[in-house]
């Protein structure tokens, strides 16, 4: 099977599912069996799968497409197909929302997911089954909602003064990516079109790596001033979403 580039993701979806209570382990069971190279071979990336550690009923995961034209394609393919008839039912019988869906380009040059490196775990159907399909490693995703117009100046801002003591403090910088403004190629999937965000996924060994990164964060002056500067553009408090990876997550 021909693989997507996984160095290009100049399109990136965020996608968080409300699922019903106690439906999260069966939606990943299925998508980890069902869903990844199926979609990989319209053409998109399926980047990341992961378990919300403070919201039970949420699934988060990440896709992306070479440009919008390919994402209109490889969403037509996908959702036109056989897999998708085959399966559409069980995977939406688990969710109550699957509309919480940002379209998002990358911040700065270089910001973009690189999983060059990254190899897809094969997990066996017992594994997937039992509902312990876990990867290590720990990633948090902050979203910034900011002040129409104002993504490019805070991209600019964040890359100088937050990125620094970002990484001193312990976080691996996965990616960076502003809002996408150009109209939705797939309506028949609804995106967030009227929101101005900008997203930094950073990732760890796992969640007592993550804890003492915020604990040294926050006795940081840099990282304190570059908050009060990311302060002054932002229309909302940061959302924060605490993750854990399935095993067939390529971002970790």
């Known amino acids: 099977m021909n693989r997507p580039s996984r160095l290009a993701s100049p399109v990136v979806e965020l996608r968080q599912y409300t699922l019903k209570p106690g439906q999260r382990e069966t939606l990943i069971a299925l998508f980890d069996r069902e869903f990844v190279e199926t979609q990989e071979a319209t053409g998109m990336t399926v980047i990341g799968q992961f378990r919300d550690v403070d919201r039970p009923d949420m699934f988060v995961w990440l896709r992306g497409f070479g440009d919008m034209v390919a994402r209109r394609n490889a969403l037509a393919a996908f959702y036109g197909g056989p897999v998708w008839a085959e399966h559409r039912d069980a995977a939406n019988a688990t969710m ?3 509309d919480d ?3 998002l380009k990358p911040a700065w040059r270089g910001a973009e997911f690189d999983l060059s490196n990254l190899q897809r ?22 979203i910034h909602h900011l ?38 190629t797939f ?27 915020r604990a040294a964060l926050a006795g940081l ?15 909302k408090p940061v959302e924060t979403l605490r993750l854990t990876p399935t095993s067939r997550s390529l971002l970790r």
């Open 96 to 98: 109550i929302d699957s």
């Open 121 to 142: 775990t094969t997990a066996d159907k017992a594994e997937i089954m039992s509902g312990e399909n876990r990867l290590p490693g720990f990633v948090e995703i902050s």
């Open 187 to 213: 309506p028949r999937l609804p995106v967030r079109a009227a929101e101005n965000v900008f997203v930094i996924v950073t990732g760890f060994d796992d969640g007592d790596t993550h804890a003492g990164h």
């Open 147 to 184: 002040r129409p117009g104002t993504e490019a100046g805070f991209a600019e801002r964040f890359e100088a003064e937050a990125v620094p003591p970002l990484v001193a403090s312990g976080a691996r910088l996965l990616g960076a990516f502003v809002t996408e403004h150009s109209e939705n």
């Open 101 to 103: 869906v940002l379209l």
């Open 221 to 235: 002056p840099a990282w304190l001033a570059a908050r009060e500067t990311m302060q002054t553009f932002s229309t």
